[in-house]
């Protein structure tokens, strides 16, 4: 018993002072990281549609939210371009429904994959194809100047029905 008399004081100098701290006020505040706002960066970029009173490639300006890492940025560009012009004064490169499904940086070349529709029918004749490619290399290396060329994949191939009469299998450089 006589080791009670210590454990007591030290129990009543604690009582003491939790009765000095106004009442509602909480024995320590927590402690919290400070919260920081991150504004989005919005960027003016330029997407390449088809004109639909002369088909031809048309620029098209729209925005998107920036990124600083280029393959963010390159997909977010696609993904404007694939989603189709707001303008009926233009035309989507590609079938309605196609969407990306991976982007991959080597050095200045972007490889982008897209996904095209089942049921997309070929596009008819070399110009069309042409339209197709450049919508796509051209809005790429405009935009994202760390790329100079776009190697592009279709569904997963340079070998696709939609695109005969191109070689997809090496990267094309843009033609403004």
């Known amino acids: ?5 210590p454990l ?5 100098g604690a009582l003491t ?12 505040a927590p402690a919290s990281a400070p919260q920081h706002a991150t504004a989005r960066q919005i960027r003016t970029v330029t997407l390449f549609f088809l004109n639909a009173s002369t088909g031809e490639l048309a620029p098209v300006l729209a925005e998107m939210e920036d990124s600083s ?3 963010t940025n390159a997909r977010n560009v696609l ?3 694939l989603a189709g012009p707001q303008d009926p004064a233009f035309a989507p490169p590609l079938p309605p ?7 991959y940086p080597l050095g200045d070349i972007l490889v982008a994959d897209l996904a095209l529709p089942p049921d997309a029918a070929p596009l008819e004749g070399t110009r069309n194809e042409m339209d197709a490619v450049y919508a796509v290399t051209n809005t790429v290396c405009l935009n994202i100047s760390e790329y100079k060329g776009v ?8 070998q696709s ?4 009469h191109l070689d997809l299998t090496r990267p094309l450089r843009p033609k403004l």
């Open 1 to 5: 018993m006589a080791h009670r008399g």
């Open 8 to 12: 007591m004081m030290l129990l009543a």
């Open 17 to 28: 002072l939790a009765a000095c701290r106004p009442a509602g006020t909480p024995a320590e």
């Open 69 to 71: 890492d280029p393959a």
């Open 79 to 81: 993904d404007l371009l």
């Open 97 to 103: 429904g196609s969407s990306v499904r991976g982007i």
């Open 151 to 158: 190697r592009l994949l279709l569904n997963g191939t340079d």
């Open 161 to 164: 029905p939609l695109i005969t």
